[in-house]
Structure formats: C-alpha cells, structure tokens
RNA sequence: GUGCCUGUAGCUCAACUGGACAGAGCUUCUGACUUCGGAUCAGAAGGUUGCAGGUUCAAAUCCUGCCAGGCACGCCA
C-alpha cells in the first residue's frame, strides 16, 4: 500500500510532466504534504513558486496550468490555489473513510515495507565494562533501540551490535587494584559496584604514586600480549559486567542480536595498519602513525600510539571493514553523545579512503548534564540508571494507587513499571535530540501533559469504550458498517490516523523517533477531543459503529507507535 | 584560536528541513450536560524567534558579523 503522500505526489509529478514537458521535473521538489492548517485543504504542494522561477513564469500561472489541464488524481474532491500559488488538495470524505477501512484491515496499518532487501546495523548502548550504566546511556540505548524498531517494522534487517567498551587502558588499573582491594564476596554480590570501588581506588593511588601507575601498565602489557591470568581476570569483568546490562536491558525491553565488543577485532589491527600503509594513506608523526586529513579539513587521524598501541579510531575502522565483509550492510548507523562528532568524521573519511561504499552514519546527541554541571565515574556523582528506573516506578505507583485504590496490588505494580518506564523514554525520545539537556528528577520523570501517561491513558480509555460496546451490543460487529466522517472532528482524526505510515518513514529516515513521538502526542490529542465531544455508545446504531471503528483504528495506531518507541500499553492503567 | 551544536511564551519543548497568521505541554484564570474512565475536555492570557544586517514571492529556518552557553580539537574511549 502507498502512504498518502507517496501516492498525491507520483500524482504531481506526472501531471507537471504533461502541462510542462519542457521543465526538468527531477530537480523540483514537487512533493504533496500534509497542511499544517485545516483551512489549507488536507494536502498542499508548493512547487508552482520553484517551478515559476525555472520556467519565468508566474507562479499562479503555473497552478493555474495545473488545476486545468490534469484530471484529480483520486479521492481529491477540489484542488484549489491559493496565495502566492499554494496548491490545496482538499479530499473527499468518502474517499478517506474507504481508505480508513483499508488501513484497519492491514496488520500492517498502511505501512509500506521500504527496507525490504536492505540490512543496516545499529551500534548503540555500548557501555563500559566495570563501570554502572548511568543515566548518560539511557540516550543513546533508548534512541538506538527506537530507531532499531522502527527500521525492523519498515522491513529492514536490522543487527543491532552492542559495542562494549571491553578494551583499553582502564585494564592495567583494574587487575592490578582487584588484586589487591577487591572483595570477593561484594564482587559475586554485585560486581559492578565492587569494580567500580576497585577502579577508583587502583585510579586514586595511581595519582600519586609512580610506581603503582607503572605497575598497572604492565599489567596492560601483559593481558594484551595474551597472558593467562590476566586475560582470565579480564573475562570474568567482562562476564560479571553483562550480566548486569543484561538486567537493565531485559527491563528496558532491548535486545541485541550481537554483542561483540572492541576486543573483539583485537587481532585485526595490524592488518588495518598493514592496509593503510599498503594504499600509502599512513605517515609517522611525533612516532605515532596519523593519517592526515587535510583535503577534508580535518585534524589528523591517528591510528597507532608512539607506543606501538592502538586507539578506537583503528578498532572502529576494523569494526566496519568487518561488518562489512560479514553482513554486507546497506548502512551502519551509530548511536553516540555529541563528543565524539570529530572522531567519527575523521574515521568515517578513512573508511571511504580505503574503499568502503556503505553508508555511515552518525546520530549524535546532547550530553545529558546535571544542573551543577557535567558527572563522571570518577567525581562520583553519577545518577545510575537503576535507579532513575526505580524511582520512575515508584513515583508512578503513588499516582496508581491514588487513582485506583480499587486495583490489586500487583496489578498496580504493573501498571506502575509500564507508566514509569513508558515516562522515562517518552521523555528522552520526544525531544530533539541534539539540543543540551540539563537531567532534573521532575522532567525525566512527567507524568502529565505531553508525556507517555497521556498516550497510555488514551490507549486504556478506548479499551474500556470496546469493553462496553461489546457488553452493551452482544453479537455486534463493527466492521460490518462503513466508516463515515460527516462531522469535522471525525474526519480530523481519520485524516490524522492515515499519516502515520508517512510520518514514521519520516522518522526513520532522519534516525529521529521524536517526529514520531510528536506525532503520537498529537494523534492522542485530537482523539481526546473526539472522545470527549462526539457521543459513540450512545449515538445511533451506524454511526456509533463507524465511531467505535475509529477508537479501534486509533487504539492500533497508538499501540504500534508507542511499541516502535519501546514502550508498552497497558489495558488499564 | 579553529570546528560542531544550542538560543523560540514566565518554565519545558514543537514547527514536516525555505512555506500560509510561530504551535503544544506546565503554570495562572474561567468553564464542562441526564457521565463512554476528570491522568480528560472547552476557552482566556502569554512572542521584536539572542542582537544587527543581507538573500526572495516567502526566513525561526539560508548567508555575513556580533552576543551568550555547551562540546570537541594526536597518543583516553
């Protein structure tokens, strides 16, 4: 099925074709969107002011040539100009509610499969071993895994990679502290939390003793050269470290296909140096190996330390020639603060220098800050996401069981944990993402206004009203009577319930669930107003079932949207 | 110093990437029937889109210069 616009525009541009064979249609943005207005008509086009330019010609003119010459495309009752040559297609209300009938039959729910064929990885989440998933990663994870769903619904094969920050220097610091302050009991108890104290403790002592620092390099040395006991240690963090992301995981709902760390490609690295030294793209500087970027204006790109090490710009560009042999990606699409724009522009260029075609993408956020200021490990003043968790649930159960002191207890837990993660994502996935953002208690946690809860409440109030049809009308089926949209405020929400498959390829296509959160808000708004001035149990037999056909269409569209953003609806809440 | 990003109602954010009069939520105020779930709805108030120029039919959006904030700029990831 074609969404809307796909359909409106194939239709403009075959007619601009016909009225002006002359123009060269391709380099026209002769779209058909959605109006933002009502009194604009349902679709509108804007390229009789483009195309007036090319064609010196005045723009109404152009329109004018339009409306007269071409047949409507279907379902449009008027195509109108307005102002300076708008084209208005104003549809006929037949039309939309055959179509909304289609849509209602479609598990699919109007959504065209366009990545059909087409495989890209998503590379998100990534945290550090040993160290506690704080609420910095609640970003990347929750944008990633919408991202991922959304990409998986449209009909791509979608991997996504949880690229562990299992590699690098903080090793020398860990064995060597665990050795020596660790606590095993407290390990087995909860290991991340025992590495954390190790870290910090080993990191302090390094600070002011040479020795110590010395030390721990050596311990590196030795677990990169391969050394028994210290790659056992190593294992064992990483093990003991997944088992609790996993924990976090299972409760945000996020799945990865793969998970395969950055020493994963550990053994590759020479053979990429050994590449770019091949294709003559590597020079020495200060006894470290750069690859310079001038052309591009870019600082260098350094690919080995003057130590002989390695840094993640060479384990990344391994990671891609790798994903690239084995799974021949359409595009690899990485999930990452803001900070490391430069370090991705830089090796995504020395990724083309050697060859690869595949489309590489980076979707950047802001950093997420503390009023007082950034946080780190170190400082210890980090939020952890476990907690940020815990205290969205229980916030959410005090609403609960205010609101419904007649549910069970363990219901309102359920409903409870579905509300305070449904509001913790919403609030991170509704937002553009590269704008700063500053984390405070209240806002990551809202429960009111354009927050999941509303979506959530909608979804719970149109599961009651089906409850009731169904109690009050045994043995009747809706399906059986056509939809019909002769009062404005139905005709509104059926308008609005067939964007959906436009506006989330949208979203996908921009790597931006919040297009598609703001699009749930406003769908959940406008059915609000329908519920809330149009009878539909109550109304007569025919219109009450076109009526209850909407609720169901619109309760299908919120659940697929809010699932494709990772957050479930709950039947009552 | 250079690069990237941000600046929109008192507060938190939108604006389909150049489209029609800049829209929501929170807050404040006024209302909501014989009740389908009031975590709701209807309405009011609230704006020189950081500032100054420029580009054109049209600028929050593009260009130039300032102001304020964030981030990054070779051996951390």
Known sequence: MQTLEQELSAWMRQAFAAVFPQADVAALPLNVVATTEAAHGDYQCNAAMAA??????????????????????????????????????????????????????????????????????????SPNVAKPMHIGHIRSTVIGN???????????????????????????????????????????????????????????????????KNAARAELVKLQQGDAANRQLWQSFVEHSLREFERVYARLGVKFDLVRGESYYNEKLPGVIAQLQAQGLAEESEGALIVKLEAEKLTPCLVRKSDGGYNYATTDIATVLGRAAEFLPDEVVYVTDERQQLHFKQFFTVCRKLGVTTKLQHVWFGLMRLPEGTFSTREGNVIKLERLLDEA?????????????????????????????GAVKYADLSQNPQSLVTFTWDKALALEGNSAPYLQYACAR????????????????????????????????????????????????????????????????????????????????????SRVRLCDLTARTLRRGLNLLGIETPARI
């Open 462 to 545: 149109i599961a009651s009203v089906q409850d009731k049809y169904r109690e009050r009308f045994p043995g009747s089926e809706p399906t059986t009577q056509p939809i019909k949209l002769d009062d404005p405020i139905e005709r509104g929400l059926g308008l609005k319930l067939l964007r959906f498959p436009d506006v989330l390829q949208r979203a996908a296509e921009n790597f931006r669930p919040s297009l598609l959160a703001d699009y749930l808000f406003d769908l959940a708004q406008t059915y609000s107003t329908f519920y809330q001035n149009l009878p539909f149990l109550k109304a007569e037999a025919g219109v009450r079932e």
């Open 393 to 421: 649930e229980s916030r959410a159960l005090a609403i609960v069981q205010q609101t419904s002191p007649e549910m069970p207890p363990e219901q309102q837990r359920e409903v409870a944990r579905c509300v305070g993660l």
């Open 52 to 125: 007036a330019k090319l064609l010196k010609l005045k723009p109404r003119d152009v329109a004018q040539a339009i409306v007269d010459q071409a047949a409507l495309p279907e379902g449009v009752a008027r195509l109108e100009i307005a102002g300076p040559g708008f084209l208005n297609f104003h549809l006929a209300a037949d039309w939309l509610a055959r179509r909304l009938e289609a849509v209602q039959g479609d598990e699919r729910l109007g959504v065209p499969a366009v990545g059909q064929g087409k495989t890209v990885i998503l590379d998100y989440s």
């Open 146 to 212: 919408a991202l991922d769903r959304m990409h998986r619904f449209l009909g791509w094969r979608v991997l996504a990679d949880n690229h562990l920050g299992d590699w690098g220097t903080q090793f020398g610091l860990l064995i060597l502290g665990f050795r020596t302050f660790a606590d095993a009991a407290a390990y087995e108890a909860s290991p991340i939390e025992e590495l954390e104290r190790v870290y910090v403790a080993s990191y302090n002592r390094s600070k002011e003793d040479e020795s110590w």
